[in-house]
T-cell receptor, first 115, second 112 residues
Framework: AQTVTQSQPEMSVQEAETVTLSCTYD???????LFWYKQPPSRQMILVIR??????QNATENRFSVNFQKAAKSFSLKISDSQLGDAAMYFC????????????FGTGTRLQVTL | AAGVIQSPRHLIKEKRETATLKCYPI?????VYWYQQGPGQDPQFLIS???????DKGSIPDRFSAQQFSDYHSELNMSSLELGDSALYFC???????????FGPGTRLTVL
């Protein structure tokens, strides 16, 4: 079974600084998808960024980028120029290819942004 | 843009009662997923449907059942409610060809 591990329960970053959230996963599949979801206090699940395993290029979405290391099964999220609105719980998630495949989430990292 | 609609947004029930949660996917999305998020926990997959057929099943109790209807909306039926069923229940939808799941706002169920 696939597992997703987030070893940082909480992280803190100063406004305008950069922070990296860690995620590792375990799978025997060769093709799959990885995601970072943001869950603010409203509890809405918001997709931040996604990565297809067959792509070597790291995904980037504005201030958010990932470092995808397939051999190491590592998928970290870097947030640049942190803003107060980035404060939230961040979940790393895995999904294998195929129709209606479920998301498997890590336990989350709570990010605090300070002035 | 249209989003996933869940109703009700909040629900309070007594132990041993029954609850029905509804999910209306984004138009032209034919796949629906249900997740349960307990307090301080990550979302856990319950069940999914593709083209009105059950596709995958997770750690869903036998007291729960779900289905997807001809208009693609889905309902999660929960019977003999227990205190431990108190959680945020998410529905997500996706188009078959896409790997991204779009989440609804969730239904917060409280069992007293």
């Amino acid at each position: 079974a696939q597992t997703v591990t987030q070893s940082q329960p909480e992280m803190s970053v100063q406004e305008a600084e950069t922070v990296t959230l860690s995620c590792t996963y375990d799978t025997s599949e060769s093709d799959y998808y990885l995601f970072w979801y943001k869950q603010p206090p409203s509890r809405q699940m918001i997709l931040v960024i996604r990565q297809e395993a067959y792509k070597q290029q790291n995904a980037t979405e504005n201030r958010f980028s990932v470092n995808f290391q397939k051999a190491a099964k590592s998928f970290s999220l870097k947030i640049s120029d942190s803003q107060l609105g980035d404060a939230a719980m961040y979940f790393c998630a895995y999904r294998k290819t195929g129709t209606a495949s479920k998301l498997t989430f890590g336990t989350g990292t709570r990010l605090q942004v300070t002035l | 843009a249209a989003g996933v609609i869940q109703s009700p947004r909040h629900l309070i029930k007594e132990k041993r009662e029954t609850a029905t949660l509804k999910c209306y996917p984004i138009p032209r999305h034919d796949t629906v997923y249900w997740y349960q998020q307990g307090p301080g926990q990550d979302p856990q997959f319950l069940i999914s449907f593709y083209e009105k057929m059950q596709s995958d099943k997770g750690s869903i109790p036998d007291r729960f059942s779900a289905q997807q209807f001809s208009d693609y909306h889905s309902e999660l039926n929960m019977s003999s409610l227990e205190l431990g069923d108190s959680a945020l229940y998410f529905c997500a939808s996706s188009p078959r060809a896409n790997n991204e799941q779009f989440f609804g706002p969730g239904t917060r169920l409280t069992v007293l």
